[in-house]
């Protein structure tokens, strides 16, 4: 962590400064949601261009934006301003309350030892959260980027499996337009669906070019397909993933992935507690 990218001129935002609009998006979402969905409302109310959201960490495949978005969350976490359930929920606690209910004052997030935001210089919070340990995520991400391109095609085959596909199977074949597996999604009692889908363990985003080819290959061999990856996704393979008129792609990014993992505890075990607290905040 904190091996910045130099290679242009855009400023995202140090992880000082994303606390606030965190905790601010984190209430508009009701005070409890995921990850990418308070990233994403972060980027709405702060209104972000896509040459911030887009920025590459120098030498990795997250987003500088998201890496400094991580940090942000982690900080508002040890200060007890926001909590993480097993299941990867995040939740607003009264102390991140208080601190937005008292004017929106920045000084109760980010501290006055806080040095500039510019690209490489981490300020100084950062500098003390970059020597504890990698977080949970950080190190599931590093473990699938750790897998064979064959053992993520198994890993993609048992999260279809546990999501709650039927029939997974990994194709052999080499030369299959991309399609690396199959499987039944079932809708109801009456009604399934065909899928195809294709693993990217690899670094960086994937562009639209590659949605495109994995739609073209469904050729009536299935109604669905889910392109699975370890990076990230341009804006614009999103945008042609939903394009109109098109079968659509459902794509899963390495935040989602990771989720997933926590969600459905492939190779993670996670310790139920009851938690008092919470029930009496309801």
């Known amino acids: 962590m904190g091996n910045f990218d130099h290679t242009n001129t855009v400023r995202v935002p140090n992880h000082a400064k994303l606390r606030l609009p965190t905790l601010r998006a984190l209430k508009a979402l009701g005070g409890v949601a995921r ?48 909590e993480k359930s097993s299941r990867g929920v995040w939740r ?15 000084a109760m997030v980010v501290p006055a030892t806080a040095v500039a935001d510019s690209d490489g210089v981490a300020d100084a919070d950062e500098v003390d959260v970059q020597d504890e340990k ?32 039927r029939n997974v199977e990994v194709t052999q074949q080499t030369h299959d337009g991309g399609i690396d597996g199959y ?6 009692d009456l009604m399934s669906l065909r899928v195809v889908f294709e ?18 290959s469904l050729d009536g061999r299935a109604d669905r397909c889910i392109l699975l990856t370890t ?6 393979a999103r945008e042609e993933a939903q394009r109109a008129g098109a079968a659509p792609v459902e794509l899963i990014d390495g935040v989602r992935l990771v989720e997933m993992i926590q969600q459905y505890e492939l190779g993670v ?14």
């Open 35 to 82: 990850i990418s969905t308070i990233e994403e409302k972060v980027i709405e109310i702060e209104q972000f261009s896509d040459a911030i959201t887009t920025k590459l960490l120098k030498g990795g495949p997250q987003r500088l934006l998201y890496n400094r978005l991580s940090w942000a969350r982690a900080t508002l976490q040890s200060r007890g301003y926001i």
């Open 92 to 106: 607003l606690t009264p102390a991140g309350e208080a601190a937005l209910t008292a004017g929106d004052a920045p």
């Open 134 to 165: 990698p977080t949970i995520e950080e190190q599931l991400l590093q473990a699938l980027l750790d897998l064979t391109p064959a053992a993520f095609e198994k890993f993609c085959r048992a999260l279809l499996l546990e999501a709650g596909f």
């Open 183 to 188: 499987g039944t999604a079932q809708i109801n």
């Open 199 to 216: 693993c990217k363990r690899y670094r960086g985003s994937v562009g639209p070019d590659v949605v495109r080819r994995l739609r073209g």
């Open 231 to 236: 990076g990230s996704f341009t804006p614009a």
């Open 269 to 282: 075990k996670t310790e139920l507690v009851v938690q008092p607290d919470w029930f009496a905040s309801l």
